[in-house]
């Protein structure tokens, strides 16, 4: 996607400067854009476990990276799988990462140490490339919907969509998949407004989908977290669509703290509620995604600070709990597959179901 009219993806190396990984460092967005480089496999590892880099799809690719950038200094069997077990360890829930390194190491380790950097490099980069394709058809497949939706809407009203956190193009490679149908559709010439939810604690939607659908000129508004259920009790949402972190084989879906609330909401008010995934964020191996898929828990500092800009313009961070007040940060909530109207891979749509899933994946 463009910033500024210039093409960007969201991690890309420079052959030049010695085969390193850069990345945007999204802790600094929306008032700064400031760029990563990055040249170890702790480096990697530091970004994905601060959410310099985040993102389910995008975690992956950058450790698949990083897995390159181990290999550099050491390309022994040993040190495969030790760089892989350290990076594949820095966030829990997202699948897409164990996805990527699994991958990388089926790849690899049949591939001999003198030749498996240059090895490691393509297999990394085929996987960046197979995830802004399989995000660019995930975009055509949600468009197909809106579309649907826009018949419905009288002349000149707009096509109102709700997100939660950031699934967008600095999430992914390229495109997004929740975001990927909503820049098509606006591409198109439909009447799209977003309704963002900020997405405490850390604000993902407010700092980086705000800022994502800004750059790309897609009306949107942020709201609080809790506006949701009102404006959809008031018809003013006529879709949800969200990405997510994990499926599980019957469609489960796993996905930014909050996500859940906003689907029982949407059932509540008959509103259709679609989650957008490459198949890299499909687990086959679970089927009760409350009682199997890990949570991750992330820092109480993320709960009792927020960070924001000062009228001078400085970017600061301030507490807003009292001293003492103790706080819990789970960041991520299981939606069951009976509150999902459907799914959207790059292969199509499909009911949040076992039978679904496997119709568009037979192979699996
Ligand atoms: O903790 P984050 O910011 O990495 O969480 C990201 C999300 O929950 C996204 O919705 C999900 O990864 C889908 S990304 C296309």
Redo the contacts with the bound molecule.
């Keep these: 996607m463009k910033i500024n009219g210039t093409p960007y993806r969201s991690v890309w190396l420079n052959e030049k400067d010695g085969w390193s990984v850069h990345i945007f460092d999204q802790t600094r967005l929306p008032f700064s854009l400031d760029i990563l480089r990055l040249t170890t496999p702790q480096a990697v590892a530091h970004a994905i476990c601060t959410?310099q880099v985040?993102?389910?799809?995008?975690?992956g690719a950058v450790a698949a990276y990083g897995l390159a950038l181990a290999l550099r200094e050491d390309a022994s069997d040993t040190s495969l799988e030790n760089q892989a077990s350290m990076l594949a360890a820095t966030?829990p829930t997202?699948i897409n990462l164990r996805w990527a390194i699994e991958r990388m190491l089926t790849h690899l380790r049949p591939t001999a140490p003198a030749q498996r950097v240059a090895a490691a490099y393509e297999e990394a980069g085929r996987i960046c490339d197979e995830d802004a394709a399989q995000n660019e058809a995930i975009g055509h497949h949600g468009l197909a919907l809106i579309r649907e939706i826009a018949k419905t809407k009288k002349a000149g009203s707009p096509i109102n969509l709700l997100t939660?956190?950031?699934?967008?193009w600095i999430?992914?490679v390229d495109w997004?998949?929740?975001l990927a149908p909503i820049y098509m559709a606006h591409d198109e010439g439909l009447n799209v407004h977003v309704w963002v939810d900020e997405t405490r604690p850390?604000n993902?939607g407010a700092a980086l989908t705000a800022w994502e659908l800004g750059s790309h000129g897609v009306p949107h508004t942020v709201i609080v977290d809790n506006a949701g259920g009102h404006l959809m009790q008031h018809g003013q949402v006529d879709m949800v669509i969200?990405?997510?972190?994990r499926v599980t084989r019957t469609g489960d879906v796993a996905?930014?703290i909050g996500?859940y609330l906003k689907a029982l909401a949407a059932h509540d008010n008959a509103i259709p509620f679609w989650v957008?995934?490459p198949s890299t964020?499909i687990d086959w191996t679970v089927a009760d995604g409350v009682q199997e898929i890990p949570i991750?828990e992330r820092a109480a500092s993320e709960v009792t600070h927020v960070s924001g800009k000062t009228a001078d313009g400085t970017v600061t961070r301030v507490q807003i709990t009292p001293d003492g007040s103790t706080a819990a940060n789970p960041?991520?909530d299981v939606t069951p597959a009976r509150l999902v109207t459907g799914l959207i891979t790059e292969r199509g749509t499909c009911p949040a179901t076992e039978q679904g899933l496997r119709g568009l994946f037979p192979e699996t």
Excluded: S, W, Y
């Design positions: 959410m985040r993102g389910a799809p995008l975690i966030r997202a939660h956190c950031n699934a967008g999430a992914t997004g998949t929740a850390r993902q969200v990405g997510t972190d996905n930014k996500t957008a995934l964020t991750e960041a991520f």
